[in-house]
Structure formats: structure tokens, C-alpha cells
């Protein structure tokens, strides 16, 4: 029965880690977005999230909580990734529609002719 709970123990402890390799990942995959310059606030909560989270890991009345605070640090990282991802394609969709309008004002003035 003490291998039982020890078994469960070192599944909990690692199905924690996991939770938070995956929210430290989602992080940096934010970070190397942009995310600090399109989605600073949401990128600020899924860094306090997962330091949080990494807090709760390191301590043991807390260490139960951990895996759910890793989760919605992820969750909140996707989202700020996902939201400077929108606002880098948003910016050169403007670029190219820019682009086209010029060429077609040069067509239409018969510039480089």
C-alpha cells in the first residue's frame, strides 16, 4: 500500500512538471512573438501564472494546485501568442493592400511607362 501512494506521488509530481514545461514553452513561443509589444497584459498574466505556478510546485501544502495554475498560464501564453500572430498579420495585410493601391495608382496615371 506505501508503494501505492508513493507511485501516486511521483505521477502527481510528474504530471505537474509536465504542466509546467508546457506553460514555460508556451511562454517563450509568446515571447518569440512579439507577444511584449501586441499583447503585453495578456503576456504579463500567463508570466505571473506560471511563476505561480513554479511557487506552488516548490511547495508542498501548494503542489496539488500547480499543474492547474501551469495550465491556464499556458492557455493565457496561446492566447497572447495567438493575438500578436492576428496583429503581425493584420499589420502586413495593411502593407500589401498599401502596396497594390499604389500599382494601381501608377496604372492609372500611366507612371513607368
Given at each position: 500500500m506505501a508503494g501505492t501512494f508513493a507511485l501516486a506521488?511521483?505521477?502527481q509530481a510528474q504530471?505537474?512538471?509536465?504542466?509546467?514545461?508546457?506553460a514555460r514553452q508556451a511562454v517563450d513561443k509568446a515571447t518569440q512573438a512579439d507577444a511584449d509589444q501586441y499583447a503585453?497584459?495578456?503576456i504579463a498574466v500567463a508570466r505571473q501564472g506560471l511563476e505561480q505556478a513554479q511557487r506552488a510546485a516548490g511547495d508542498r501544502r501548494e503542489r496539488k494546485n500547480a499543474p492547474a495554475l501551469a495550465v491556464r498560464a499556458t492557455v493565457d501564453a496561446d492566447l497572447a501568442r495567438a493575438r500578436s500572430d492576428e496583429?503581425?498579420?493584420?499589420a502586413q495585410l495593411q502593407l500589401r493592400r498599401n502596396e497594390v493601391a499604389q500599382l494601381q495608382r501608377q496604372?492609372?496615371?500611366g507612371e513607368n511607362r
Open positions: 506521488g511521483a505521477a504530471d505537474g512538471a509536465l504542466e509546467l514545461m508546457q503585453p497584459d495578456l496583429a503581425t498579420a493584420t496604372l492609372a496615371t
